[in-house]
């Protein structure tokens, strides 16, 4: 999925131009997608001459980052709230459960999108 880089964008609108559905709109000085109503077409990507439209490959350290310190927090407030050291381990297994089946959705939705793929290959 798109994102603009706020520190490289100059807020000139070209990409807003490119937009085949009106999702992008300028926001304090910088575009911004609606992501809600984007149809993932990357014309803004090739329409911006500030590479300030980037792709979402790039933050996945960031969102792994944020996905462990959210998974700590909920160990910690577990072992808090719960009043139960055991709490805290518990709340881990937990979480990968939780991500094992966000691994698992997204390779059925990869197989079944593969096999979308074939029909117009």
């Given at each position: 999925?798109?994102?603009?880089?706020?520190?490289?964008?100059?807020?000139?609108?070209?990409?807003?131009?490119?937009?085949?559905?009106?999702?992008?709109?300028?926001?304090?000085?910088?575009?911004?997608?609606d992501m809600e109503n984007c149809i993932h077409c990357g014309l803004c990507h090739d329409a911006c001459p500030e590479n300030a439209v980037r792709h979402d490959s790039e933050k996945i350290?960031?969102?792994?980052?944020?996905?462990?310190?959210?998974?700590?927090?909920?160990?910690?407030?577990?072992?808090?709230?719960?009043?139960?050291?055991?709490?805290?381990?518990?709340?881990?297994?937990?979480?990968?459960?939780?991500?094992?089946?966000?691994?698992?959705?997204?390779?059925?939705?990869?197989?079944?999108?593969?096999?979308?793929?074939?029909?117009?290959?």
């Open positions: 999925m798109p994102w603009i880089d706020k520190d490289i964008c100059t807020g000139c609108g070209t990409c807003i131009e490119e937009c085949p559905v009106d999702t992008i709109y300028i926001k304090d000085e910088a575009a911004e997608i350290p960031e969102r792994v980052e944020a996905n462990i310190s959210k998974t700590k927090k909920f160990m910690m407030d577990c072992e808090k709230y719960l009043n139960d050291a055991q709490e805290k381990e518990k709340c881990l297994k937990r979480m990968i459960r939780y991500f094992k089946s966000e691994k698992l959705i997204a390779e059925r939705t990869l197989e079944e999108l593969e096999s979308i793929k074939l029909q117009f290959d």
